[in-house]
């Protein structure tokens, strides 16, 4: 539960946290595509994952889509992303 509270604020004027980023499920399939709301594109390569992609928010909840899923649905849904979110890398 407390994680999903961050995770609601991941994203600040444009840019998220690799940490976070790596948290937020990823969203497969949907019952209603139109009631998803994007946020930004991130295309950012972490050490054992490439995340290209969108951020979306369904029901308040923030969720990672690929671009591949978004290929597949573009041809129903409309979702065009505004802005590109850049990754903050984790500090160490």
């Not at 991130?42 to 992609?53: P, R, T, V």
């Not at 290929?71 to 500090?91: R, T």
């Amino acid at each position: 539960m407390e994680w999903e509270k961050i995770l609601a604020d991941a994203v600040q004027d444009g840019s998220i946290r690799e940490l976070y980023l790596g948290k937020i499920p990823h969203l497969k399939t949907c019952n209603n595509w139109r009631d998803v709301e994007p946020i930004g594109w991130i295309d950012h390569q972490m050490k054992f994952a490439h995340y290209k992609g969108g951020l979306v928010k369904l029901n308040d909840r923030i969720y990672f889509v690929k671009e591949q899923t978004i290929n597949a649905i573009s041809e129903y849904v409309k979702i065009k992303f505004s802005q590109n979110i850049n990754v903050i890398k984790n500090e160490k």
